[in-house]
């Protein structure tokens, strides 16, 4: 008895016999892939070939495999291989490995592309229906919540309070000051490139105070905070979700509302409108720079004509926007945060829709703002 397994290729004229002797087993997968390819050429020429197994002392799934793809190289052409020689205890294990994969896959009918969009849209209208249920039952919560504090001033977290103020508000003074401070800068320059063709560079100074006090001050600057503190928000809860540490809370009988929503949504309602000042401040700053530079004007004159151009009333409606802004930005991140499951995909999943949504309803809220004010002539 071989103790190797072995592969005997006789040819006959144009007829070819194979006599496989030996342990055919996966031990030996690398012996067995040799021998099968040894003879491949001679399969494919010959037109007739015979396979007898009766010298084969072990086979496994394996060995059986090879010895079928053999076959099936000689029945490609259209001289389907004899078998001979089986062992009776091999029989049934052959018989399995020659069903494998004898189906052809049925051929599905391409989709209708019509219907398709309409599936697209089907699924989307339900994700957007779950999402806004999602978001009133978080700020039903939050305002239960809210309530709650009203009645008992002590049980706000205070230090929760304060913690979450200095990191998404005293650290984030940096990053939105130098950002805005650009951003005013461009626009200014952008200004007195354009306005010089007409002789109308003052009117940079009315453009810059206006955009930057009503629009764009608290508009980037909530857009900052949605991708700064709105993603780490979503992160904190998501891992806290999936280590259990949520569920230990409720387990204990404390509200996951009160004790970790309430102070993060709370901290930013307060710090957004002040960064929101420093930003606008910053990008007046910045195109006042611009001004003495790159268009001429000194900083008096810069600071009189942005007092003759602005008013309170730009201030107030860019200030007014932010804390409704805050409050959107917190429920979606932390609305988010709880929706993801026990993988770090999803983790990474929840984190990315909590910004892009957090920046689309801004940019809506401050569209509908924008409307609102100007229906009331502010």
Known sequence: MNS????LATPSGDKL???PEGPWIAANVATLEMLSRSVGVNVSQSTAV????????????LG??????????AASSGRPAVITGVAEHFSGLLEEVRQVNRHTPALTAAPNPVLLRLNDLGKATIGAREDVAIFLQMLGSLFMALIGVVRRPRSLR???LVYQLYRIG??????VALITFLIGAIIAQQGFFHFRRFGAESYTVDMV?????????????????????????????GSMKMREEIDALSTMGLGPVDVLILPRVAALVIALPILAFIGSIAALYGGGLVAQFYGDMGPAIYIARLHEAVSVT?????????????????????????RVKGSAESLGRQTTTSVVKSIFLVIVLDGLFAIFFASIGM
Do not use: N
């Not at 190797?4 to 592969?7: A, G, K, N, Q, V």
């Open 4 to 7: 190797e397994p072995l592969l």
């Open 17 to 19: 016999e194979l006599r």
């Open 50 to 61: 015979t396979l007898d197994m009766s010298g084969i002392s072990a086979l496994d799934t």
């Open 64 to 73: 059986a495999w090879v010895l079928e793809k053999l076959s099936r190289q």
């Open 158 to 160: 205070l230090t929760s």
């Open 170 to 175: 005293f650290q984030a003074i940096p990053i």
């Open 209 to 237: 105070g206006i955009l930057v006090l009503r629009e764009l001050g608290v508009l980037i600057v909530a857009i900052m905070v949605a991708g700064r503190s709105g993603s780490a928000y979503t992160a904190e809860l």
């Open 314 to 338: 730009h201030f107030k409606v860019g200030i007014l926007k932010a804390p409704f802004m805050a409050l959107v930005i917190g429920i979606v991140a932390c609305s988010e945060g709880l």
